[in-house]
Structures are given as C-alpha cells and as structure tokens.
C-alpha cells in the first residue's frame, strides 16, 4: 500500500487528506469534509494542474507589463515551458480583460487571457 497526505485546496476549509492506494489499485481518501476533496486528491495524484499567473511586456504604452493568467489548469510539468514562452510575448494596446493572448499553449487547450484592461 501506498500513502499520500496532501492539504486540499479547492475551498477555504483546507482539509487534511490521506490517501492510500491498495495493492489492488483502489483509492481510500479520508479527510475530506466535502466531495472536492476527493476529486481533487484523485486529480492531484494522477494528473496534478495549476492555474497560471503572472505578466507580460506591453509596447507603446504607460503600463509596462500586463496581468494574464491561464484560463484553466496547465499540467504541472509544463509550467516552465509555458513561462518560457510567455516571457517572449510583447503585446500592445487595446487590450480588453479577458482577451486571448496566447492561444492553447503548448498544445494543452488552455488559452493565457489578459487580467485587465489596458
């Protein structure tokens, strides 16, 4: 038997988690005192993502760099290879929130959007 403890982070009650994977690939998660906890345990183990947030640099502009974040998770082994990416990026005004910057980046579906106006 294998065993993991994470902390929860899905909603503000930051549950304890511990999972144990049987010998026959089954899952026991204890801890959780909502149903995310599971989700996110079984998620986190198996396919562990983060949402990205960070800037890039704005040209011809007051501003010199732009808030932008992932629109949905990127897996976690990819996080470096998106920053990369990113720091290349040079945007320039008008931008509206929300506004795709980068395209599904590294191939994984998940677009990076502005975070404000500009």
Same mark, same amino acid.
């Given at each position: 038997?294998?065993?993991?403890?994470?902390? !929860?982070?899905?909603?503000?009650?930051? !549950?304890?988690?511990?999972?144990?994977?049987?010998?026959?690939?089954?899952?026991?998660? &204890?801890?959780?005192? !909502? @149903? =995310?906890?599971?989700?996110?345990?079984?998620?986190?183990?198996?396919?562990?993502? =983060?949402?990205?947030?960070?800037? +890039? @640099?704005?040209?011809?502009?007051?501003? =010199? =760099?732009?808030?932008? @974040?992932?629109?949905?998770?990127?897996?976690? &082994?990819?996080?470096?290879?998106?920053?990369?990416?990113?720091?290349? +990026?040079?945007?320039?005004?008008?931008?509206?929130?929300?506004?795709?910057?980068?395209?599904?980046?590294?191939?994984?579906?998940?677009?990076?959007?502005?975070?404000?106006?500009?």
């Amino acid at each position: 038997m294998e065993k993991h403890n994470l902390i !929860c982070i899905n909603c503000p009650m930051g !549950c304890r988690l511990e999972i144990t994977i049987t010998e026959n690939g089954g899952w026991l998660i &204890e801890g959780n005192q !909502c @149903k =995310r906890g599971l989700s996110y345990a079984q998620k986190e183990l198996t396919a562990p993502t =983060r949402t990205l947030t960070t800037t +890039v @640099k704005v040209k011809n502009s007051l501003l =010199r =760099r732009l808030p932008v @974040k992932s629109s949905d998770g990127i897996p976690k &082994e990819k996080i470096f290879e998106a920053m990369a990416l990113i720091n290349q +990026v040079t945007v320039e005004p008008p931008i509206s929130i929300g506004d795709i910057i980068i395209e599904n980046i590294l191939d994984t579906g998940v677009n990076i959007i502005s975070s404000r106006d500009l």
